[in-house]
């Protein structure tokens, strides 16, 4: 297959293109040369002519969506819209990257049927893209996953940065999920895509569900930063957040 991958440099685009690489073509769509919020890049997905592009472009701090919800509605809902249009113009599937913020968090566990609440601009953001997907595609998988980890800036580097540079940390007890390992993430989009079964999926690293201040516990344990694909182990349904 031919895939086009947008936010190719990101902790998932890069595990993306080691998991995908051996077996199909996989194009790199990235800023700044191919910015989703512009309309160019409908051009540009149409121009590769992919079989398939794999949406990761995307504004995920939580709280910069928040502080710029204009931003975080640019990037996360009309980027999106964007590269579906390149989609439907290229007559590609699409996989949509989208996240466990989509929900309220009021249940331990979220299945593809239940109805989403987002509470937060980052998750409203994501849930518009998700429509745009819905509406301009028949050939589409959703993929919603949570606390993503791997190479690059995330939850993970960050604990460990922190405490390293202040010695003690203060975590939040009250927010419960599951981390997912980019290489995990990815190897499981691999399968999916040549299922070609499309719909809502959701999608974490089976076994990991932690609290923030258990996951920060564990971080921190002589010797557990080094070797944070440690923490993988498959792919599975999605949590609470």
Not at 45 to 57: K, L, M, N, R
Not at 174 to 202: N, W
């Amino acid at each position: 297959m031919r895939i086009v991958v947008t936010g190719s440099r990101g902790q998932l685009g890069s595990e993306l293109h080691q998991a995908l690489g051996t077996d199909h073509e996989v194009i790199s769509l990235d800023r700044p040369v191919d910015d989703v919020t512009s309309l160019r890049i409908i051009a540009a997905v149409e121009e590769c002519q992919p079989d398939v592009v794999i949406h990761c472009a995307a504004m995920t701090n939580v709280d910069g969506c928040t502080r710029d919800p204009t931003a975080a509605y640019l990037v996360n809902a009309l980027g999106t819209r964007n590269v579906a249009l390149g989609c439907q113009r290229a007559g590609a599937e699409m996989a949509y990257i989208s996240t466990n913020e989509v929900f309220d968090g009021t249940k331990l566990s979220y299945l593809e049927f239940d109805e989403p609440n987002p509470i937060n601009t980052y998750g409203k953001s994501k849930l518009a893209g998700e429509r745009f997907v819905l509406s301009l595609l028949n050939r589409f998988y959703i993929i919603r996953t949570s606390w993503l980890f791997g190479r690059g800036n995330n939850f993970v580097r960050k604990i460990i940065s922190l405490a390293d540079a202040q010695g003690e940390l203060k975590v939040v007890t009250d927010e419960v999920s599951s981390p997912t390992y980019a290489r995990d993430l990815a190897c499981a989009i691999g399968r999916l895509l040549k299922q070609h079964v499309y719909g809502v999926y959701h999608r974490f690293s089976a076994g990991l569900d932690a609290a923030a201040s258990g996951l920060s516990g564990e971080l921190l344990r002589p010797g557990a930063g080094d070797s944070p694909q440690a923490l993988g182990g498959g792919v599975g349904g999605l949590p609470g957040g």
